[in-house]
């Protein structure tokens, strides 16, 4: 039900991703039309403009809570939704809880780059944050850069005002100390403009900087995309040569388009969720829940929860 | 003599505006081809890498201190400078010093966007900021969108993860807060995905924000426009429609060329300061020099004198 296309492109997308193999059960209220997939019936919805917190509590019911119950609960092994994305943290919080030393979960936004994928983290679960969540979100992006996006010994970056180790604000100045003692391969601070043509595997950030970066990113590439179709459409000779263009436009938009994923992962609980966009196409959709399988093939949260070094060695104390 | 290309490049812009009737003073080592200007010789240049404040109290005869002095002491009407941002930030905080009322200067930096001008601010002279920072940065603004762009009550936005007021880090919050209050023209959050396209006449953040904005803002639209030009020259069909489509991305160049003001205000000090680009080209630098001077025929130093609330009032106490 989640998404500004739910119902229907919800469906198409779990049919499609359904056809490579992956079992899938749908929560959503009574009568939709599945496809033949099953269908978990839910009382309620959670609408985009809710209030997070309150709603799940308020709505166990609701389909985007009665699937996380369901992964807290064994019976399915990881949530997909293009849901209220704050609802889809608290509700992972509420329903899956944090892994054993996770302070905060964070959300991990995989990015096309012209080098190849990144993941950016993170993306708005914790619009302020410590230094010490941001180590642990270089430790969670290098989990899931090695085991998501397959990139072995991934290079992490700090994303800051300047390279040197000396700019930046008082928490990334804090952070950059951190990851230099930390075991990470940290290569030092990442600029923004390079993030595009792919600045590191792993760029991590606290959730405000990195939420307006990552819609600033697809703001300016949807904003300048559209304005050269128009100037192209503008005189004859340029439709002409939009045409003539057309497959390299093609090459490039299939290289960095945002559906690639379909998603991002919200890192740090015991369970998997996924959190697509709520604009999200068949195709995006279908992607968020490719990428949600191979996140439980490899045993993501598993990884992860024998990779939080801070709190294990108090707890085994 | 400051970024990349100077001398010559600096000389060539500043040529072409003094065919403007812009009367320009050149501060640089001797020796200098200055093309018949005249040359306040040097005995020394801050480099890039230099740490600012120490550079401008070690170095008071370098061309950029130097320059500085020349307005401290009415002998020029703005400085304009390609140079070391961290330096020029110095120099002005200690030769020009803030205007009264003034907590923090900011860097205003002209967006050109697909609905006409619009201003960020701070753009990275404060990576950490307090609320009233940034209300101080929105007047400031507001007058610089107001005389410099010639926007009749600018339109003020603050950047934050949501339109929603409760959207936000504890910054934006409060800062929001004390936006709505005022007597600013404030709208409301801006989010990032809309920058390109013309979110607001103003756009607030703190300096952390806003440079990591401005740069990805600048990366994108250069990486992009680099992926694209290489897959159209990757085939012959695409060749040809590239040398068609090329007046259209032309215009689309002109609408969006950030050189089209070639510089960003430091405003809040007792004098102007104009801030272009390291690599700046020779037009760029022309443009900064002729926004200069259009920041001296509006007197924007006395507008924004008269224009700072909080501590005026307690000022004539």
């Given at each position: 039900m989640g998404g500004d296309r739910a119902p229907d492109e919800i469906v198409a997308g779990a049919l499609d991703a359904a056809a490579d193999g992956i079992e899938i059960v749908l929560f959503g209220l009574p009568g939709i039309d599945t496809g033949g997939l099953e269908l978990v019936e839910a009382d309620d919805v959670i609408a985009m403009h809710e209030k997070p917190a309150e709603a799940v509590r308020a709505k166990p019911g609701s389909s985007l809570v009665a699937a996380h119950i369901a992964v807290a609960e064994s019976r399915a092994d990881a949530v997909v939704s293009a849901g209220n994305t704050g609802a889809m943290l608290a509700a992972g919080l509420l329903h899956l809880r944090r892994l054993q030393g996770v302070m905060r979960p964070a959300i991990a936004v995989p990015i096309p780059t012209r080098r190849g994928p990144s993941v950016l983290l993170d993306a708005g679960a914790n619009a302020d944050a410590r230094p010490e969540h941001l180590l642990q979100f270089a430790h969670m992006g290098a989990v899931f850069a090695?085991?998501?996006?397959?990139?072995?010994?991934?290079?992490?970056?700090?994303?800051?005002?300047?390279?040197?180790?000396?700019?930046?604000?008082?928490?990334?100045?804090?952070?950059?100390?951190?990851?230099?003692?930390?075991?990470?391969?940290?290569?030092?601070?990442?600029?923004?403009?390079?993030?595009?043509?792919?600045?590191?595997?792993?760029?991590?950030?606290?959730?405000?900087?990195?939420?307006?970066?990552?819609?600033?990113?697809?703001?300016?590439?949807?904003?300048?995309?559209?304005?050269l179709r128009e100037e192209i459409a503008a005189t004859p000779r340029g439709k002409l040569g939009g045409l003539l263009i057309r497959p390299a436009a093609r090459r490039l938009r299939t290289q960095l388009d945002p559906d690639t994923y379909g998603g991002a992962y919200l890192l740090g609980l015991r369970g998997l969720s996924v959190i697509a966009h709520g604009n999200s196409s068949r195709q995006a959709i279908a992607n968020a829940i490719r990428l949600a399988a191979r996140g439980v093939e490899h045993d993501v949260v598993g990884r992860l929860a024998s990779r939080m070094p801070e709190r294990r060695s108090t707890a085994a104390v």
């Open positions: 090695e085991d998501i996006l397959g990139l072995a010994r991934p290079e992490v970056r700090l994303l800051s005002i300047g390279e040197e180790p000396e700019k930046g604000n008082q928490l990334t100045l804090e952070a950059h100390a951190l990851l230099s003692a930390s075991e990470l391969h940290f290569a030092g601070n990442a600029e923004s403009r390079d993030l595009l043509a792919g600045a590191a595997d792993v760029v991590v950030c606290d959730g405000f900087t990195g939420n307006v970066a990552l819609k600033l990113l697809e703001g300016t590439i949807k904003t300048l995309l559209e304005a």
